[in-house]
Structure formats: C-alpha cells, structure tokens
C-alpha cells in the first residue's frame, strides 16, 4: 500500500522562528491535504492542495505531484501553532492515508 | 455554526458490551466518514459513505459497522467492543469532489476496560 511519511517527527521552535514541514508519499495521489491538530484534540483543514502553492496568512503550503511531496511553511510562528501536523493523502474520494504527523512546539 | 457533533465526547465500556458513536452533520455533505486515532500511527479510516444508502470498508473495518439512512447521520457501532477499540474516534465529512476538504467532529475518546 502507500507510504506517507512526514518529517520530522518532532519539531521545537522559539516564537518568531520559522519552519518547513515534509511530506512525502510512495504513488500517485488524487489529492493531499494538510491538517493541524491543536492540544485539544480538534483536527483543522488547512490546506486541500493537489499541486501547486497556496498560502494562508502565516502558512503556505506546495505540492510537487510529480515528485511526490509536499511542504509546508509556517512564518513567524505563534505559541497557537502548537500540535500535530498531519499530511494525508486521498488516493479515492473514499480513501484517505494519514501520515503519522509532526509535532511542534513553539515556545514563548 | 455549521459542523459535525459527535457524541458522546467520551465513554468508558466494558468489554464485551455494544455501543454506538453518534455523528450529526449539518452541511449537506455527500460523503462521511469515520476515523480512529492511536499514538503514533496518525488516523485509519473504519467506514466511509459515499451518500446515503450507501456504505464501504475502509482500512480497519473489523468489529465495526456504520448505517447511513439519511444525510445528516452517521452512527458507527461497535457490537461487541474490546480493549483494542480502545482509541479516539473521529467523523469527518466531505463535499465529495469539491475543492474544500474534510471536515472533522471533535472526536470521541473511547476506553474499552
């Protein structure tokens, strides 16, 4: 079955630091979605992005399909950014694979 | 606001006995689906439904079932639960082939004792 492997596992940051999350993926994907899950468990869309660069405010995200990647870029990064970051892709519209994520922590 | 709800929040079960987690959305989503999450190996799809009436296995579909009789609502059940049904729960909903993603409840956090 497909990987989906997301580096790095954990991640520490000071406040103001910016940071590059991978993803990276063994087939061929419909499409890859980036998700944040905060201390409290809620699990947030952040990103639906099949190829190409989307940003939002601080973040950004960019999917080279062909080679089978995704980033995601955090700027300036706030304490509220701290949790899990999941990648996962959709290799159906009824199947969805998770990365095991990455965890950051920003401190103040 | 317009969402999922998920319930119950959490549970304590005994093994052996049945429960089901209930999920409400209200967008009008075609597809729903239900997720579980255990450290270090991200979420696994249970079931999913692509529209009412109809329902499919996703990867860890054992010792589970799902109904999807309307839109809004999709229960999974767990028939006779035990202590590796011990996990977080999650619904998630999606307009199928739109370009919004998955939406997902607040999980349910499931002890099977």
């Known amino acids: 079955g497909i990987q989906v492997e997301q580096s790095p596992p954990d991640l520490i940051l000071q406040e103001g630091a910016n940071s590059t999350l991978r993803c990276n993926f063994s087939?061929?994907?419909?499409?890859l979605q980036w998700f944040h899950q905060n201390p409290w468990g809620q699990l947030i869309n952040l990103f639906y992005?099949?190829?190409g660069t989307k940003q939002n405010g601080r973040l950004s995200a960019t999917t080279v399909a062909t080679e089978r990647y995704s980033l995601l870029y955090i700027s300036s990064s706030q304490t509220t950014d701290s949790g899990v970051y999941f990648c996962?892709?959709?290799?159906?519209?009824?199947?969805?694979?998770f990365g095991a994520g990455t965890r950051l922590t920003v401190k103040p | 606001t317009a969402g999922i709800t998920q319930a119950p929040t959490s549970q304590i079960l005994a093994a052996g006995r049945s429960m089901t987690l209930r999920c409400t959305q209200d967008?009008?989503?075609?597809?729903m689906y239900w997720y579980r999450q255990d450290l270090g190996l991200g979420l696994r799809l249970i079931h999913y439904?692509?529209?009412?009436?109809?329902?499919g296995k996703g990867e860890v579909p054992d010792g589970y079932s799902v109904s999807r009789a309307n839109t809004d609502d999709f229960p999974l059940t767990l028939a006779s639960a035990v202590p590796s049904q011990t996990s977080v729960y999650f619904c998630?909903?999606?307009?199928?082939?739109?370009?919004?993603?998955?939406?997902f409840g607040s999980g349910t956090r499931l002890t099977v004792v």
């Open positions: 992005i099949p190829s």
């Open positions: 996962a892709v959709e290799l159906s519209v009824d199947d969805m694979r």
């Open positions: 087939d061929s994907v419909n499409n």
């Open positions: 439904s692509n529209t009412a009436g109809t329902t």
């Open positions: 998630a909903s999606s307009d199928a082939g739109g370009v919004d993603g998955y939406t």
């Open positions: 967008m009008r989503h075609n597809a």
